[in-house]
């Protein structure tokens, strides 16, 4: 079991920045791979990117590759997405989510979620 928990959402103009961070619990955090999705109002929720267990591998969205970056630490259990350029069609609540072993892009792949974390960018 995997509790996963989100910060450091905000509102932000356009063109700044915000850096999420999702804090796993457990001590098997080093074999899972990590996800951020996002749910904008009215909208599925779509893949953000992604991470291997091991931190080496990552994959983005074409929408943000680019702008947004991916990392991980698993001495600390946290996993952050860096945002930069952000625009408002980035407007959505931002989620965190893991599963065993290999990385994946459909949010049904992924087991555990946080509560999610607002971002709003303001044009």
């Known amino acids: 079991q995997v509790q996963l928990v989100e910060s450091g959402g905000g509102s932000v103009q356009a063109g700044g920045s915000l850096r999420l961070s999702c804090a796993a619990s457990?001590?098997?955090?080093?074999?899972?791979?990590m996800a951020w999705f996002r749910q904008a109002p009215g909208k599925e929720r779509e893949f953000v990117a992604a991470?291997?267990?091991?931190?080496?591998?990552?994959y983005y969205s074409d929408s943000v590759k680019g702008r947004f970056t991916i990392s991980r630490d698993n001495a600390k259990n946290t996993v952050c997405l860096q945002m930069n350029s952000l625009n408002p069609e980035d407007t959505a609540v931002y989620y965190c989510?893991?599963?065993?072993?290999?990385?994946?892009?459909?949010?049904?792949?992924?087991?555990?979620w946080g509560q999610g974390t607002q971002v709003t960018v303001s044009s």
């Open positions: 991470i291997s267990a091991s931190g080496t591998i990552t």
């Open positions: 989510a893991a599963r065993r072993y290999a990385t994946a892009r459909g949010s049904s792949d992924y087991d555990y």
């Open positions: 457990g001590p098997t955090f080093s074999s899972y791979a």
